[in-house]
């Protein structure tokens, strides 16, 4: 189609959110339609819009009902969102009348895009008509020759090319060049229903080159709606620029992750069951075994990992964090400093086991990447670390963000950036960490007294002066972090069961 008033995608300076218009139906179910569009936009990043064609009842048994909208009022939501809301690309799926179709195409000529992306949506995998065999002419003459790409499945191929046969891979390539010739630029004959095959094939031909685009076949009944999904993945990907090759790479890619990641799900009695966009989300929050939001009386006596001071004694990093549970630590960080990353992914993963069993969250010092790979509670970060709001950003909003801070500005900045608590030190001087200026009973209270989030007070504490440090009692002072007291000890079992005893003495905080 032709570029929008004299702006392309690459040209235009401003910020602009990539904008996919899905003119389609919507699927009671949810599981294809307008809804499915929004969510595999919502999961590709990209704004999606609606206008929606017809009304259908439909669940994973079938399509039990469909209502068409008036065209004119099809009309009136396309000028409304196409006059206003600087759309880059149109996606068209359930188109039920001609009226409808020439509508659209009248109104893309009034109001160009970017691109347009069409499903030629007819029969629902159900195998109920959504648009009847009336609308194949207008199909061919008038919208197909504006397409930038068309996503028939088989049977739509079929239904385009006057009933002809496919049930092979070359059936599907000759076709993909007979529909060429009808004016898209691009044809996608979409291989989801081929008999007997193993992979799910699709191919694209773009008058050129053919591209057979394989991956494996996913064995399950969850598939309702992967058309819809995989138009709208495409339509998204070209939104944000890219070319029409690689969208289609990254769409059906997506597609085939999230029929895998949701193989499993139950939803509905029927034999077509919707899949889950989603995943992205999910596989943070859901997986995640630790459900409880960050409770800051965890802080109580939180354990600090020393590598030095485990290979002074000769220990893993694991037995020193099973040992550190079995006295009474109520949250571990791991501060690595000298390991390889690959070691310190599996020993991160091999201590996380150990901290769920437990109830006891894990932080990793710094390594936010290594927090994500493993799917730790948490980070904790310095200063000239990654800064807090950055590391809440890749994320997300359920994990634990700690932040080092000296001053009260430093924990104003860690309170903005959306961190859950501050270390606050080094209170008493320390051999764990070099030239750090020790801010003293004082400097510790002073942050405390400004800090809006709560507070764990760390540096050259242990047996001797956690109560000491306790007794400074400010309301979100919630616990004292031990290194060396606990690790560079023969029996740490034994020293953290002994600070245990005298915070839970020192009367203050909670377990
Ligand atoms: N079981 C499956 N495993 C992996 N990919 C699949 C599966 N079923 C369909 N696909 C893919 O999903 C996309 C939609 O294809 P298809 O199901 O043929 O379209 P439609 O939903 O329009 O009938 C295609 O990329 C296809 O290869
Ligand atoms: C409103 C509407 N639009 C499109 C489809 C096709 O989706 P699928 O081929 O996955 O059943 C559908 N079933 N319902
Ligand atoms: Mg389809």
New binding site residues.
């Given amino acids: 189609m032709q570029e929008k008033g004299g702006s392309t995608l690459s040209d235009d300076s401003r910020t602009k959110t990539p904008h996919v218009l899905t003119v ?4 009671s179910g949810a599981g ?2 307008i809804q499915a569009d929004l969510k595999a936009c919502a999961a590709r990043g990209v704004y999606c819009s609606t206008v929606i064609t ?1 009304l ?1 009842a ?1 669940n994973t048994i079938g ?1 039990q009902g469909a209502s068409n909208v008036p065209e004119d009022f099809v009309a009136q939501q396309l000028k409304s969102v196409l006059s206003d809301m600087q759309v880059d690309v149109v996606k068209t ?2 188109l039920p009348s001609v009226g409808i179709v020439k509508t659209l195409c009248r109104t893309l000529r009034e109001y160009p895009v970017h691109a347009l992306v069409v499903d030629p ?1 007819m029969v ?3 195998g109920d008509v ?1 648009a009847g065999p009336s609308i194949l002419s207008t199909f061919r003459e008038e919208l197909l020759p504006m397409a930038d790409i068309i996503t028939p ?1 088989l049977k739509e191929a079929s239904a385009l090319l006057n009933g002809m046969q496919l049930e092979t891979v070359d059936d599907m390539r000759s076709a993909a060049r007979l529909l060429h010739n009808m004016g898209p630029k691009n044809v996608l004959v979409k291989g989801g229903d081929l008999p007997d095959s193993l992979d799910a094939v699709d191919i694209l031909y773009n008058g050129h080159n053919f591209y057979e685009l394989r991956s494996p076949r996913i064995r399950t009944r969850n598939t ?5 999904s995989l138009a709208s993945s495409i339509a998204a990907e070209v939104a944000k620029g890219y070319p029409m090759l690689s969208a289609v790479k990254v769409a059906k890619r997506f597609v085939e992750t999230a029929l895998d990641y949701s193989k499993e799900i139950v939803i509905g009695n029927g034999p077509q069951g919707p899949f889950d966009h989603l995943l992205r989300l999910k596989s943070h929050s859901q997986d995640c075994h630790r459900q409880q939001p960050f409770d800051p009386s965890d802080l109580f006596l939180y354990a600090v990992t020393d590598s030095r001071m485990n290979k002074r004694w000769g220990r893993s990093i694991v037995d020193a964090v099973k040992a550190a549970i079995d006295g009474g630590a109520t949250i571990i960080q791991l501060r690595e400093k000298d390991a390889e990353t690959k070691d310190f992914l599996e020993s991160a993963k091999a201590c996380l086991r150990i901290c769920r069993l437990h109830g006891v969250p894990l932080l990793i010092n710094d390594r936010v990447d290594v927090a994500i790979a493993c799917d730790a509670d948490g980070v904790h970060v310095g200063q000239s670390d990654m800064p807090a709001c950055v590391a809440r950003t890749l994320l997300g909003p359920e994990k634990i963000i700690g932040v080092s801070c000296k001053t009260p500005e430093q924990a104003e900045q860690a309170w903005v950036d959306g961190a859950d608590y501050i270390g606050c030190g080094g209170v008493y001087p320390t051999n764990t960490k070099e030239n750090n200026i020790t801010v003293g009973l004082n400097g510790l209270k002073t942050v405390c007294m400004a800090s809006k989030l709560p507070v764990v007070a760390i540096g050259g504490i242990g047996v001797s002066n956690a109560r000491a440090v306790m007794e400074i009692r400010t309301p979100n002072l919630k616990g004292v972090a031990v290194v060396s007291a606990l690790f560079d000890r023969e029996c740490v079992q034994t020293e953290t069961r002994k600070l245990h005893e005298v915070l839970l003495g020192s009367n203050i905080g909670s377990t």
């Fill in positions: 389609a139906g919507s699927d294809a339609g017809a259908t439909q399509v799926g359930m949506v629902s995998t159900s959504l499945n309702h709606g992967t058309g819809c």
